[in-house]
């Protein structure tokens, strides 16, 4: 099955560069190219893409603005947006999760890395590394004020569940939650399954932001 995805960024030698690498990989077709926010969400629409590399810091409408549009308006079978940063701290990463978007990927990614982190997108996971999740953590934490109250679906978790969620915050694999765990990694994707499904989330991003907006994640503790 072909991957189809849209590039987004102001910078025209950017985009041609990921489409040369992206199309290295037989089953992954670049259908559409934009130079901001603007041009991306009407894109969107008409492609329909599978995976968006999203940047964040365009004219007009920036990426952030273009991600929150783009999934609000996406219906049944929204897009995995994955955002483009020149750095790990970047402080629009948090925001970015917030609104939708699957994960992040550094802009001078090797490119194996590059594919690896569309089709990694594209099957419905986050990509987000341990180091950067605990950043996230770092960074709510100095943001009381947008803590909120833990939704009532999280009642619905079982005691298990809830240990998967907090391993999922913390930013392990399914393999990596087999491991501590003692399950097996069948048995772990379940798991997650079933958390997403409990709590309608879209992907694992959301499952993080969720996890550490209700307090699941304390900065310090979780931390390695």
């Known amino acids: 099955m072909t ?3 849209l590039v987004v960024d102001d910078q025209a030698l950017v985009r ?6 992206l199309e290295t990989d037989a089953e992954i077709e670049v259908v559409g190219e934009a130079e901001n926010g603007l041009q991306a969400i009407k894109l969107a629409e008409e492609l329909s893409p599978d995976v968006i590399l999203m940047d964040i810091r365009m004219p007009e409408v920036d990426g952030l603005e273009a991600t929150r549009r783009i999934l609000a308006d996406a219906g049944e079978h929204p897009p995995r947006i994955l ?6 701290a970047d402080e629009y990463v948090y925001e970015a999760l917030r609104v939708g978007a699957s994960g992040f990927l550094l ?7 590059l594919v ?27 943001r009381p004020e947008v803590r909120r109250a833990q939704p009532e679906e ?10 998967i969620l907090t391993l999922v915050a913390q930013g392990l694999s399914n393999d990596q939650i087999a491991t501590t765990l003692f399950i097996s990694p069948a048995t ?31 900065p310090g503790v979780t931390e390695q």
Do not use: N, W
């Open 3 to 5: 991957i189809r995805v």
């Open 16 to 21: 041609g560069g990921f489409r040369v690498l």
């Open 83 to 88: 955002v483009l940063t020149t750095f790990d």
């Open 107 to 113: 802009k001078d990614t090797d490119p194996d890395q």
């Open 116 to 142: 690896d982190a569309v089709r990694v997108v594209a099957s419905g996971e986050a990509l987000l590394s341990p180091s950067i999740t605990r950043k996230l953590i770092r960074e709510f934490a100095s």
């Open 154 to 163: 999280l009642s619905a978790l079982t005691q298990r569940e809830l240990e």
């Open 188 to 218: 772990s994707k379940t798991h997650v399954s079933r958390v997403m499904m409990k709590l309608h989330a879209r992907d694992r991003a959301q499952l993080v932001v969720m996890a550490y907006e209700c307090g699941l994640v304390i």
